[in-house]
């Protein structure tokens, strides 16, 4: 059975895939030096990356991202499957902000100036989480048809 989105998730996915999209087409451009950058930072949160050559995780990761971006935009997809793909790809991507040096204050998860950029993925993975309890509603009164779902009668 085909689910249909619930007219709240639409402005979270349009907006989340859209800025994922955007990125990974983005990298998808990505020279030398933006993908050695990439890759260095990337290394130091997670070291297995080291044996990936700096150019073809770059765009590794940008197939991803555009993937994931894709996943949100495609509205045959489910919004608990779209949100898994969010909220794995935002979880990578906080990790980054907790392992990098110089991402946060010292002792402290508050970004530092140069951790902004990385502290937004938070929102992300908060999207991603909410995507993960669509289709789990719960009718407040209890023996009463529910207005929302056919069939409901909780």
Not at 54 to 66: H, N, P, V, Y
């Amino acid at each position: 059975m085909l689910s249909v989105l619930e007219p709240r998730d639409i402005p979270p996915r349009l907006a989340t895939g859209a800025f994922i999209l955007n990125s990974g087409l983005g990298k998808l451009k990505a020279d030398e030096e933006t993908a050695q950058t990439l890759h260095g930072m990337a290394c130091t949160a997670y070291p297995f990356l080291d044996r990936i050559e700096a150019g073809r995780f770059t765009r590794l990761l940008a197939w991803s991202e555009i993937a994931v971006g894709s996943t949100l935009l495609v509205p045959v997809v489910p919004t608990r499957l779209a949100g898994l793909a969010l909220t794995g790809f935002s979880g990578g991507l906080l990790g980054l902000y907790l392992r990098v040096p110089g991402m946060r204050e010292p002792g402290s998860l508050r970004p530092s100036q140069a951790g902004v950029p990385l502290a937004k993925d938070a929102w992300m993975f908060g999207i991603g989480l909410g995507f993960l309890g669509a289709g789990t509603h719960r009718c407040a009164a209890p023996r009463r048809r529910c207005r929302r779902h056919r069939g409901c009668r909780r």
